[in-house]
């Protein structure tokens, strides 16, 4: 953390998939006593299921301070916010050894059925030399992540006969 440096990468791939990410670190001071190294992601794709897309966002920065050429207090902050599709499949009926003929792309999950999550994560870590052979480390971090955004899975379909249900 203490040399300059800034990268930023991009990605694509199948189904609309796209990520870019940025990343940055460097001294704020001349004397490197604080310092700070920022994460920056952002992912959106489609899928060859009908009715998934992904979109994700993350933003962690961190910021240390060498309060001595033995002591230093990094703090750390991790943001992380997706809207996913729920896609669960499908099951073979209980009594066939084949599946159904049913075309992969198919989601009976229907449109709109997507989970919007969000995380966040705060911590420090401190840590003092004593000498070359004696060092003590802290850490603690406390998360987020709120009991709505929790999805149960609710299996779609009867066990009894060949039709699948939903509501």
Same mark, same amino acid.
């Given at each position: 953390?203490?040399?300059?440096?800034?990268?930023?990468?991009?990605?694509?791939?199948?189904?609309?998939?796209?990520?870019?990410?940025?990343?940055?670190?460097?001294?704020?001071?001349?004397?490197?006593?604080?310092?700070?190294?920022?994460?920056?992601?952002?992912?959106?794709?489609?899928?060859?299921?009908?009715?998934?897309?992904?979109?994700?966002?993350?933003?962690?920065? +961190?910021? *240390?301070?060498? @309060? &001595?050429?033995?002591?230093?207090? $990094? !703090?750390?902050?991790?943001?992380?916010?997706?809207?996913?599709?729920?896609?669960?499949?499908?099951?073979?009926?209980?009594?066939?050894?084949?599946?159904?003929?049913?075309?992969?792309?198919?989601?009976?999950?229907?449109?709109?059925?997507?989970?919007?999550?969000?995380?966040?994560?705060?911590?420090?870590?401190?840590?003092?030399?004593?000498?070359?052979?004696?060092?003590? +480390?802290? *850490?603690?971090? @406390? &998360?987020?992540?709120?009991?709505? $955004? !929790?999805?149960?899975?609710?299996?779609?379909?009867?066990?009894?006969?060949?039709?699948?249900?939903?509501?």
């Amino acid at each position: 953390m203490d040399e300059a440096y800034t990268a930023v990468a991009r990605q694509f791939g199948s189904y609309d998939f796209y990520r870019t990410i940025v990343d940055s670190t460097g001294p704020i001071t001349d004397d490197k006593s604080l310092l700070y190294r920022v994460n920056l992601a952002y992912e959106n794709s489609g899928s060859y299921r009908d009715f998934v897309e992904h979109e994700r966002v993350f933003l962690a920065p +961190n910021l *240390r301070w060498n @309060i &001595s050429d033995r002591t230093s207090l $990094d !703090l750390h902050l991790e943001y992380q916010r997706s809207n996913n599709a729920t896609d669960y499949g499908f099951l073979a009926p209980n009594n066939s050894n084949r599946p159904f003929a049913l075309r992969n792309s198919l989601n009976l999950s229907g449109p709109n059925n997507n989970l919007d999550s969000e995380r966040i994560s705060f911590g420090f870590d401190r840590s003092h030399a004593f000498n070359d052979h004696w060092k003590i +480390n802290h *850490r603690f971090d @406390i &998360s987020y992540l709120p009991l709505s $955004d !929790l999805n149960p899975h609710v299996p779609i379909g009867s066990r009894q006969g060949r039709t699948l249900c939903r509501s």
